[in-house]
């Protein structure tokens, strides 16, 4: 009974197996003329995913320069730690670019940009999954 016992709870505190995927979406939408909706998500199953997010904005009145971070466990739930409005006018450019570990593994970067107009480093326009 007692092995029993020991490997019930050697089981239920055992690690998430790493081979399942993190999804990470990052968002960069115009949600009125002069405002633009940032969000920042994940989902996984028990993976520890550390992030730091650099928005950029530039335009005719001058330049500035955000960065936050944190850690979250993945769950299937999605979780968004980062949703930002910004206000913007007619010229500004964004760039929002995501650096982001799984288990202190690093992921490729994902950037965004608006407007949209020029090539992002990642081929893929939805969620990034990585195992």
């Known amino acids: 009974m ?15 197996p790493t081979d399942a995927a993190v999804n990470a979406s990052l968002d960069l939408q115009p949600v009125a003329d002069d405002r633009l909706s940032l969000a920042l998500c994940f989902t996984g199953s028990g993976q520890q995913v550390r992030f730091r997010l650099k ?36 010229d500004i450019r964004v760039e929002a670019e995501l650096q982001w570990w799984i288990d202190d593994a690093e992921q490729p970067p994902i950037l965004r ?19």
Do not use: K
Not at 122 to 131: R, T
């Open 2 to 16: 007692l092995t029993m016992t020991l490997a019930t709870w050697l089981l239920a505190a055992a690690p998430a």
């Open 55 to 90: 928005v950029r904005s530039s335009g005719r009145a001058g330049s500035a320069q955000t960065a936050q971070s944190g850690t979250l466990i993945a769950s299937p739930t999605e979780q968004c730690p980062l949703r930002n409005r910004l206000g913007i006018a007619d």
């Open 113 to 131: 940009r608006y407007p949209s107009d020029e090539v992002e480093v990642d081929d893929n326009d939805g969620p990034q999954q990585i195992a």
